[in-house]
């Protein structure tokens, strides 16, 4: 075999573990993104809650929560 097609050869190969590499990056990116979009989504709807308790209509007895 040719020296040419040696390194030709040797070349794709690394480019193909490069470009596998980076599919693996890529997918962890991916996942993190979720993740923090999940969390954050978490944060903002924890922020809008207000920490009042709704008004209780005349005719509700309110229910004390559960004590583990």
Aim: no cysteine; net charge positive.
């Amino acid at each position: 075999m040719p020296e040419t097609e040696k390194r030709l050869r040797a070349t794709v190969a690394k480019l193909r573990k490069t470009i596998t590499n980076q599919k693996a990056e890529i997918d962890e990116l991916r996942r993190q993104v979720t993740t923090l979009t999940l969390a954050s989504a978490v944060l903002v709807q924890g922020r809008d809650t207000s920490t009042e308790p709704a008004p209780i209509p005349g005719n509700v007895v309110p229910l004390a929560p559960p004590t583990a």
